[in-house]
């Protein structure tokens, strides 16, 4: 048994190295990048399944960057449009989800330091909770003024410009009552909410990584509840380094050459990055990144760009 064991570790060594992700950097397809701005790309199969992935990286400390939201109230753009918009922005990617029906977005957006996109706050219960109302806590990816990020879960107060937000994952509510009353709030999940005053915010769902470890917490918050986590599509995702890094990534699917990923393989890929906190983003169809204006991946539609309400940019100062 003790010659076999140099032997058994030699294995295990040689497994932990096989399963390191294989990325390559493709700066040179963008044209003039920013020194603390770099774009990797990744074809490594999953579980036997093709496979095509990329991510952006940007030092929040350059001072030369400066890190952003745009909406396009009550009607959406695609991501080239944002582009001409918003005067060529470095990296444009799509942020929360929204309605089809009436272009809202369905979390919160704050941008200069204002509310300008609410969660929905409510949800009307089915089944045997008919007549009753969840109230979903909701991952969210925000900047303070002075530049720190952070992940929590979120609520918007009706009608103000007040968002509270908890540190740690919370059960959603189900209640009767129409509307979250304040004692609901401090009292939610045991957890404790307090005012969030961010200067930069985007929503999204779930919440996939806390404190350096997956913790995906599509239950709480509603959001690919159940089975649903298993299930493969284009992704996007956005997470933060212990050195205030902030990762951007975008994966594609529904296509022969490319598979999608679940909700699983997106945390773990995030956080093989060294992200300490990242958060799943509205996917799919309407998953696009862009870096100086060109397309990063080729979006599931047959190639064409999904319009969207909302996004988060980079921009050179």
């Given amino acids: 048994m003790k010659s076999l064991l140099p032997f058994i570790l030699l294995l295990m060594v040689s497994g932990q190295l096989q399963a390191q992700t294989h990325w390559v950097s493709i700066d040179e397809q963008y044209g003039n990048l920013p020194p603390s701005f770099h774009v990797y790309k990744s074809t490594d199969r999953i579980e036997g399944k093709p496979n095509v992935m990329y991510y952006a990286i940007a030092d929040m400390g350059d001072k030369e960057l400066q890190f952003t939201v745009d909406t396009s109230r009550g009607r959406r753009l695609t991501p080239d449009q944002y582009f001409r918009k918003d005067n060529n922005p470095l990296l444009i990617v799509n942020a929360c989800f929204f309605s089809f029906a ?49 992940i929590a879960w979120v609520h918007t107060a009706s009608g103000s410009q007040k968002v509270f937000a908890s540190q740690k994952p919370v059960n959603y509510i189900l209640t009767s009552d129409s509307s979250l009353k304040k004692c609901y709030l401090l009292k939610a999940d045991g957890r404790k909410f307090s005012r969030w005053k961010v200067q930069t915010a985007v929503g999204g769902g779930p919440v996939l990584l806390q404190n350096g470890e997956v913790n995906i917490t599509n239950n709480q918050e509603r959001k690919f509840a159940g089975k649903a986590i298993g299930d493969r599509h284009p992704r996007t995702a956005i997470g933060y380094t212990r050195d205030n890094r902030i990762i951007v990534f975008v994966c594609e699917g529904r296509t022969e050459t490319a598979a999608g990923l679940t909700l699983t393989d997106v945390a773990n890929f995030m956080k093989e990055l ?44």
């Fill in 274 to 317: 060294g992200c300490v906190e990242a958060l799943n983003l509205d996917g799919g169809g309407s998953t696009t990144m862009l870096v100086n204006g060109k397309e990063v991946n080729t979006p599931s539609s047959k190639g064409v760009q999904r319009p969207v309400p909302s996004v988060f940019m980079i921009r050179r100062r």
């Fill in 102 to 150: 009436t272009n809202e977005n369905l979390n919160l957006v704050v941008k200069d330091g204002k509310v300008v996109s609410r969660d929905p706050g409510r949800l009307a219960a089915k089944g045997a909770d008919s007549g009753k109302y969840i109230y979903p806590f909701i991952g969210t990816f925000g900047i303070t003024r002075s530049g720190r990020p952070d």
